[in-house]
């Protein structure tokens, strides 16, 4: 049987290069030779409390900017987390087996707790158990993501094993966090320290939907230093965060060249920054270019997100009529 894979998105506003080689370039690849689902988690966006004017349109964004960047609607099922009913009637379920200490203990939990001190709200904590829900709804296996989604989905299979283990069934395969690649992806931001976020400050992120100059402009404000003084000295983060998104964006001589220069210590960041952002404006271009023509298509988008969400209900309601049985549940 052909094995299914699920992804999604926050829908928090644009998406930026993170999100583009984190995970889309792999719904990309799978969408071809997988059982795709890939949604927008508009419930998950509630966590940071947005604006009712602004949740439609943010829900928006992230779809024209998947359709942009070409997952085909015909080939895998893209829906809104919220047009299926199925996902948060799974969430109240696994949330019964979802222990306190556990919750506390992830990663991104305590980041929040930090960066959001006044708004440590139960949703926050519960998250994981939403995002296992988006999963196992669909019984995915295969969860294209980005290497800072590890954790959850070794969560996600923790709350599978767990309900199968406490109703003696083989009911949820689990899911792993998966990458066409070799590894799963961090891509670093400008700013010289972490990753690429929108959360991180406005010249943090490369937006798929900036400018050529706004790329420019971004990118040469990226930080960097003085340059190396001693010969094949190891990189400190901020260059190497560079040289990481070359790598990305850029030939491999071109990453070459400028590595060699490094080793002599006859870089110039300039030189590296233009280079840098030309690659970044030939890399998104097909998906900028088509951005405005999709988000004016209304007609287009009510289309495919009625298609989608039929299907993902369709097996939404599988899952969850089983899932019912199974804990339990019956008509008089
Ligand atoms: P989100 O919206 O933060 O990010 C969406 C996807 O982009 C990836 N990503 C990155 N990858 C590499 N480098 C980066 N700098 C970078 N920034 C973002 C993320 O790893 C992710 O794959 N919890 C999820 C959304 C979600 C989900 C799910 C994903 C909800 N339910 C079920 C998969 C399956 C999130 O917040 O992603």
Known sequence: MMETVVSGIRSTGKLHLGNYYGAIKNFLKMQDEYNCYFFIADYHS???????????????????????????????????????????????????????????????????????????????????????????????????????????????????????????????????????????????????????????????????????????????????DSGPTEENQAKPEAIQNLFDLLKLVSEESTYTHFDDLYNKCQIRYGDLKKQLAEDMIIATAPVRERINDIAADSAYLSKVAALGAEKARESASKTLREVREIIGFRKF
Do not use: C, W
């Open 46 to 224: 509630l966590t940071t409390h947005p604006m009712p004017a602004d949740l439609h349109g943010n829900v928006k964004q992230v779809l024209v900017e998947y359709l942009a960047a070409g997952i085909d609607p015909e080939k895998a099922t893209i829906y809104v987390q919220s047009d299926v009913p199925e996902i948060p009637e799974l969430y109240l379920f696994m949330n019964m087996n979802a222990y306190l200490g556990e919750l506390e203990r992830s990663t991104s939990f305590k980041d929040k707790v930090r960066s959001q001190p006044d708004n440590v709200n139960a949703g926050l904590l519960t998250y994981p158990v939403l995002m296992a829900a988006d999963i196992i709804i669909h019984k995915a296996t295969k969860v294209p993501v980005g290497k800072d989604q590890e954790q959850h989905l070794e969560m996600a299979r923790t709350f599978g094993n767990r309900f199968n283990r406490m109703y003696n069934t083989e009911f949820f395969p689990e899911p792993y966090a998966f990458s066409l690649g070799q590894s799963l992806i961090k891509v670093p931001g400008l700013d010289g320290k972490g990753k690429m976020g929108k959360s991180e400050g406005e010249n943090n992120a490369v937006y798929l939907s900036d400018s050529p100059e706004i790329i420019r402009k971004k990118v040469m404000r990226a930080v960097s």
